[in-house]
């Protein structure tokens, strides 16, 4: 890519929506990276590109508000998917997962006590999977 392809296509892309997409892949990547137990390397790469990026895009930016840039990233992280009792609970027990990775990897005295607290939501999540596929085999017995 020519040097003045990129500076128009940054310069023409520097809006909150598009600087938003970004930010979301940045965590998406992030997250990724923390999620695995073998290489995040890739996802780290990644992370570091979109970053770059994203701060390329930023220091165009004729109007920066970037409030609305996270708020399109917090848009573009919403699961909006029709759902059942358990792919509802299967998902709530991935955001209670999520919230228990996130307190684990605070150092501070008070996220102790939070990591601890999210750690029984996230158990209890994952029970309440178990109680909605329960219900859904009762249920589909009574329908034969």
């Not at 938003?20 to 990276?33: D, N, P, Q």
Request: aromatic content about 6%; overall charge neutral.
């Amino acid at each position: 890519m020519d040097d003045d392809f990129r500076e128009r296509f940054l310069k023409g892309n520097a809006n909150s929506r598009y600087m938003g997409h970004h930010l979301a892949e940045l965590v998406r990547s992030l997250v990724r990276a923390m999620a695995t137990n073998s290489d995040t390397s890739s996802q780290l790469f990644r992370a570091s590109e979109i970053l770059t990026t994203l701060i390329q895009l930023m220091s165009r930016a004729d109007d920066l508000r970037p409030g609305e840039i996270v708020q399109e990233a917090a848009q573009d992280l919403a699961i909006e998917e029709p759902r059942d009792r358990v792919n509802e609970a299967i998902l709530d027990a991935a955001r209670m997962g999520t919230r228990y990775l996130v307190e684990s990897s605070c150092a501070d005295n008070a996220a102790r006590g939070r990591s601890s607290k999210r750690r029984e939501e996230f158990l209890t999540a994952i029970q309440w999977i178990e109680e909605a596929r329960e219900e859904r085999r009762r249920s589909s017995k009574w329908r034969l």
